[in-house]
Nanobody, 123 residues
Framework: QAQLVESGGGLVQAGDSLRLSCAAS????????MGWFRQAPGKEREFVAG????????YYADSGKGRFTISRDNVKKTVYLQKNSLKPEGTDVYYC????????????????WGQGTQVTVSS
């Protein structure tokens, strides 16, 4: 079973850049497709970005296209999420997740989840 640990969250200011990291252990990292999800208070978890296993093909939610960049380092067993020029969106929890599928935008397809890292964007 994979274990995922997110980091890089915290309090940031609108206009700043955000870079989250997710370190993985367990099953061969390159064998998982990885995804990032976020959840606002009182709302359902939503897909943000994904990256396929091994070859690292990226894909995004329509609302996030051009706003987020996902990448992975199979040597470091880490997946990243980058966003520039943040808007004041309040507080969200970002989760990384791993799936045996090649790609997926659906949270139920992901088998392993990190505990999340909280991001607060202030004006």
């Amino acid at each position: 079973q994979a274990q995922l640990v997110e980091s890089g969250g915290g309090l940031v200011q609108a206009g700043d850049s955000l870079r989250l990291s997710c370190a993985a252990s367990g099953r061969t990292f390159s064998g998982y497709a990885m995804g990032w999800f976020r959840q606002a208070p009182g709302k359902e978890r939503e897909f943000v970005a994904g990256i396929s296993r091994s070859i690292g093909r990226t894909y995004y939610a329509d609302s996030g296209k051009g706003r987020f960049t996902i990448s992975r380092d199979n040597v470091k067993k880490t997946v990243y999420l980058q966003k520039n020029s943040l808007k004041p969106e309040g507080t969200d929890v970002y989760y990384c997740a791993a799936t045996d599928r090649v790609t997926s935008r659906v949270s139920n397809d992901y088998d392993y989840w990190g505990q999340g890292t909280q991001v607060t964007v202030s004006s």
